[in-house]
């Protein structure tokens, strides 16, 4: 199969050949005709001239046969002469013995119509065949008809020779022609073959070859046109990609999922947090086919209809659920809608622990403001006369009023054990004498519910880097918990051990124990196993959550274990790092 450029060079040698066919045709059509008729009109006046010398001649009164002769000689023709009773009397052609030879047909036929006053010219044809030569016979005035002849042999080589010379010509055209043209197909062909390879190379994506012409004529001009734009073009899709790259890299690193469709609402554009959410690609699908949500599906269809809009979904993701804000815009000339689902999980998630910690708090305010302020208001009813009753208030008066006291002492620490910005200073600490010394310190409480504290193996922990207050915080409330929820009689051990990775510390009470039940939710704020004993005991409910938020702060786990009837036991691990200081 020829390619475009061996088709090109087959149309113009085709274009040649037809056109130089088609010329030297022509001149044989009409070389034919034009050489015939010349030919014939040139013949027709020698024979007309030979005719007139040769009556001028007779009219002198020469002999016939040597007219016929001298003209013939003359003219290069053959005369021939007949008297008035149709004898031939002169003849170029013949001898004076030969003239009595019998006439041919053609020529008696000449003589009889020029006897009828018709002077015949051209070629003549007797019985059906035709003469090749040329004729002139007329009757003079005396009777005698003069009849020339001149043979078309000559002027039929001439037709023969013009003809070869003309095929020969048309061939020595189509050879020069052909030459020209393969001559002219290097600097025609050859630059329209490189513009068609860098062409089909710039249609395939490829933009880095070049024709790099140097010529001066009409295809060195667009052949720079051309390496012009594939640089452009070139400069632009590397811009177009970098921008992309770009652009892919924001969305990558955005923590909010995005998707972008096209005017048919197909997605066309991702990110990752995208497909983290929707568990794999989606390139293709319907915002509806990849997103389960129903709110997101009004608010595209809204957006495709130009009006910007939002919807709140919720989305499962593993064995929770996550609940995202879609803002959803319209792309401009109706080109597709972009999306953005905000994850406001944990938002919503804060708004509801602050609702529940307000009402928490308001409730826990409550009881000793209304115990306080209905005391207060007593005594100044005129309780005050009664100095036991006096008394008796007072004394309640100061035990909610140290109830708040605490309340507020533990809502500031969790306060600081929630701050994100509280500085933690990290320390190498004795973590065996903290816990001493906390378990000391809370000894006389200890004692006074005849609760008695063990302490095992604190001798032996090394120190740990970690931050000595918060520490100290953590034990105290673990210890002071396990001694109110002990009743009388029983004992709490605070314990540790030396672990793989950890400085492991244990708080042990026999108290009643906590239900399994409650046991994933007795780090909550305000939350109480038995709410009544609690408040009887001075709990305010925030002990354990400020524990788990200082744990976090620093590094530790803290762990629960729990039987009813037998006891509890609260675990602290300190991580080490495998570093330990002796």
Partial sequence: ML??????????????????????????????????????????????????????????????????????????????????????????????????????????????????????????????????????????????????????????????TLHELLLLGGAFALLAGLLILFALSRSVVGPARALTEVANALAQGDLELRTRSRRADEFGVLGRAMDTMAGR??????????????????????????????????????????????????????????VRSAELHQAVRKARRGVRAEAEITLPAGDERLTFVAHVAPLPDDAGVVAVLHDVTRARLADRVRRDFVANASHEFRTPLTAIRGFAETLAEGALDDRATAERFLATIIKHTLRLSRLVDDMLALSRAEAPDEDMVFE????????????????????????????????????????????DEILVNLVDNAIKYTPSGGRVVVSGRVGKDAVHVAVEDTGRGIPEAHLGRIFERFYRVDEGRS????????????????????????????????????????????????
């Fill in 233 to 290: 073009l070139d400069r632009e899709l590397h811009s177009l990609a970098a921008e992309r790259a770009r652009l892919e890299t924001v969305l990558n690193a955005m923590s909010e999922a995005v998707l972008v469709t096209d005017a048919r609402a197909r997605i066309v554009l991702t990110n990752a947090a995208l497909l983290e959410l929707v568990g794999g690609e989606c390139l293709g699908l319907t915002p509806m086919e990849a």
């Fill in 3 to 160: 390619g475009p450029m061996g088709g090109l060079r087959a149309n113009l040698v085709g274009a040649v050949v037809s056109i130089t066919a088609a010329f030297v045709i022509t001149l044989l059509l009409i070389e034919d005709p034009l050489v015939e008729s010349r030919v014939e009109a040139s013949l027709t006046r020698a024979l007309d001239a030979a005719v007139t010398q040769a009556s001028t001649e007779l009219s002198a009164g020469r002999n016939p046969d040597d007219v016929a002769d001298s003209v013939g000689a003359n003219r290069g023709l053959r005369l021939s002469i007949f008297d008035a009773q149709g004898r031939r009397v002169g003849d170029s052609g013949l001898n004076g013995d030969g003239l009595s030879q019998a006439i041919s047909t053609p020529l008696g036929e000449l003589v009889a119509h020029a006897r009828h006053g018709v002077r015949v010219t051209g070629r003549w044809t007797a019985t059906g065949q035709e003469s090749d030569s040329m004729h002139l016979a007329t009757e003079l005035p005396s009777g005698v008809v003069v009849v020339a002849q001149s043979s078309l042999a000559t002027s039929n080589a001439i037709r023969s």
């Fill in 535 to 582: 408040r009887d005991i001075g709990g305010t409910g925030l002990g354990l959550s400020i524990v788990r938020h200082l744990a976090a702060r620093i590094g530790a786990e803290v762990e629960v274990t729990s039987r009813i009837g037998v006891g509890t036991t609260f675990s602290l691990s300190l991580p080490t790092d495998g570093a330990l200081t002796p």
């Fill in 428 to 471: 190498p600490v004795d973590v065996g004498a903290l816990a001493r010394d906390v378990a000391l310190g809370l000894e006389a409480q200890a004692h006074a519910g005849e609760v008695e504290i063990q302490l095992r193996g604190l001798d032996d922990l090394p120190r740990v880097s970690t931050n000595a207050r918060a520490l």
